[in-house]
């Protein structure tokens, strides 16, 4: 003759289970942002011949943007100024979200470029 055998779990609360997912989620986020900082800085550079930075027309010194290919480009306009330069204010180059795996020069432009939320 069977008997049935009933299994018994360790209950855990909302609030135990809410801890360990934020702590866990908090974890994650903070190593992958220390991580991605880290690497930012062996990022091999973007260069001029890149088939993305050709067709953003990127180059490395805003100043000498083509204002006749690019009407929209102003003065102010740089990759330290734009929402997708991941460098911090001392960084000369950094990692671009435009460019994934290259870092691109703070005084660089494209026409991807966007303006940092204010």
């Not at 008997?3 to 360790?10: I, N, Q």
Request: with cysteine.
């Amino acid at each position: 003759m069977m008997t049935s055998k009933t299994l018994s779990l360790p209950t855990t609360s909302r609030r135990q289970f809410l801890k360990v997912a934020v702590f866990g989620a908090g974890a994650a986020a903070l190593s992958t942002v220390l991580i991605g900082k880290a690497r930012a800085a062996d990022l091999p550079h973007l260069t001029l011949d890149d088939a993305t930075a050709k067709a953003l027309g990127y180059v490395e010194d805003h100043t000498k943007v083509d204002a006749a290919k690019y009407p929209n480009h102003q003065s102010d306009q740089d990759c330290a100024a734009c929402n997708f330069f991941q460098g911090g204010d001392n960084d000369e180059y950094a990692a671009c979200t435009l460019f994934p795996g290259k870092a691109v020069h703070r005084n660089g432009w494209c026409s991807g470029y966007a303006p940092k939320p204010a």
